[in-house]
């Protein structure tokens, strides 16, 4: 139902949230 797309939608959201933010965060390591 509405439910479950809304977990999934948050699932999703958190999941590039945290990518991006590895992203960063490799990215400043590798960057000095």
């Known amino acids: 139902?509405?439910?479950r797309s809304?977990?999934?939608?948050?699932?999703?959201?958190?999941l590039c949230t945290?990518?991006?933010y590895?992203?960063?965060l490799f990215l400043?390591?590798?960057g000095s």
């Open 6 to 14: 809304r977990i999934i939608l948050k699932l999703v959201s958190l």
């Open 18 to 20: 945290l990518v991006s």
């Open 1 to 3: 139902m509405n439910n």
């Open 28 to 30: 400043s390591l590798h």
């Open 22 to 24: 590895s992203i960063k």
